[in-house]
């Protein structure tokens, strides 16, 4: 529309109008990078299953004096927020991708699930929120077996585990229930909720399971 309608005018007038709009472009983008500062960067998905993560979940932990170390798995775009929701905590990420780390916290470690050793002492965490990895990534058992067998020893006895998957084809290529590693935790009933489970009733039919690794833990076998 504006090519359309600069073939009218006089060159002159022309040149004048390409450098106002370009003027105007460059506004608009100042203009957002502005906002973005304001916002620390950070975007969300309003999707109702991370409603549930973001409002639900996330507040419990905000304030929990018990759960200050803590490690978030699978970053992206709406997830670049969470740190400033957590700055009064030992906020760390991991994600396999390396451009995903722009995405992470100060403290992030670029690698898959299984290796978050690599970072994280045995029994030093917390919590550890693992949501949208299965299905999304990690889609192999035996990959996620390591996985999880590795967040058992990087969480401290009574540490939470919460994992979120969806439950439809094709980002089920398992379920928890079929994971010999997740056998060792405990059920957590999940005080703000009361539930040990949450089923989100969209099309992605997501699910969020609470688990505690038990005061006397005996570590999975291999």
């Known amino acids: 529309m504006v090519k359309f309608a600069l073939q009218y005018l006089s060159p002159a007038l022309r040149g004048a109008t390409i450098a106002k709009v370009r003027q105007l472009q460059r506004n608009l983008i100042g203009s957002g990078v502005r906002f973005v500062s304001r916002q620390n960067g950070a975007f969300y998905l309003d999707t109702p299953d991370r409603m549930v993560l973001e409002n639900q979940i996330f507040p ?29 905590k030992n906020y ?25 050793g690599a970072a994280h002492h045995d029994a030093s965490l ?5 949501n949208g990895i299965i299905g999304w990534g ?3 058992i035996r990959d996620a077996e390591a996985s999880f067998a590795a967040a058992f020893e990087a969480l ?19 379920t928890p229930a079929d994971l010999h590693a997740l056998k060792p935790f405990d059920a957590l009933v999940f005080p703000p909720l009361g539930v040990d489970q949450v089923r989100v009733d969209h099309k992605m039919q997501h699910v969020f399971e609470f688990y505690a690794k ?6 999975p076998a291999a």
């Not at 759960?67 to 970053?75: A, K, N, S, V, Y």
């Not at 994600?95 to 992030?108: E, I």
């Not at 917390?126 to 693992?130: A, M, Q, T």
């Not at 038990?214 to 570590?219: G, K, L």
Request: proline share 7%.
């Open 156 to 174: 401290r006895p009574g540490g939470h585990l919460i994992v979120g998957w969806n439950d439809v084809e094709p980002h089920r290529p398992f």
């Open 214 to 219: 038990p005061s006397a833990a005996i570590t």
């Open 92 to 116: 760390c990420t991991l994600d396999a991708d390396p451009a995903k780390a722009r995405f992470g916290s100060q403290n992030h470690l670029t690698a898959p699930m299984q290796n978050l």
């Open 126 to 130: 917390d919590l550890i929120i693992c």
């Open 138 to 140: 990690l889609d192999d």
């Open 60 to 88: 419990f932990y905000q304030i929990s004096a018990d759960h200050t170390d803590m490690l978030f798995i699978g970053c992206d775009w709406y997830t670049e927020g969470y740190a400033r929701r957590f700055r009064h």
